[in-house]
């Protein structure tokens, strides 16, 4: 069984910086592509960035393009997602997730059936 547990998210004023952290644990951290998705109150979850599992191709929604960056440290058994100009619309709940990608070559996952564990989320807030 995988467990993924993330960390690093609070209340943050409009233009600030939040680092969100999710450890894995379980299985061989190196065999899954990473994701980051959200939910705002009252909205479906979105997705929001991954990182493949090599962590050579990264993908971001428009949203936050340019604003956030995804990493991982396969080593530390970790990824990262470091959020910088947050906007008030940033607000919401942070879910890592982890999408088996053993038998692929290196690649990512942009939909929400594709991935096969969640933690159980960090709530960011951004005043305006």
């Known amino acids: 069984q995988v467990q993924l547990v993330e960390s690093g998210g609070g209340l943050v004023q409009a233009g600030g910086s939040l680092r969100l952290s999710c450890a894995v644990s379980?299985?061989?951290?190196?065999?899954?592509?990473m994701g980051w998705f959200r939910q705002a109150p009252g909205k479906e979850r979105e997705f929001a960035a991954v990182?493949?599992?090599?962590?050579?191709?990264?993908y971001y929604a428009d949203s936050v393009k340019g604003r956030f960056t995804i990493s991982r440290d396969n080593a530390k058994n970790t990824v990262y997602l470091d959020m910088n100009s947050l906007k008030p619309e940033d607000t919401a709940v942070y879910y890592c997730?982890?999408?088996?990608?053993?038998?692929?070559?290196?690649?990512?996952?942009?939909?929400?059936?594709?991935?096969?564990?969640w933690g159980q989320g960090t709530q960011a807030t951004v005043s305006s």
């Open positions: 379980g299985r061989s951290f190196s065999d899954f592509a």
């Open positions: 997730a982890a999408a088996f990608a053993r038998y692929y070559t290196d690649r990512v996952f942009i939909t929400r059936a594709e991935y096969n564990y």
């Open positions: 990182i493949s599992k090599s962590g050579g191709i990264t």
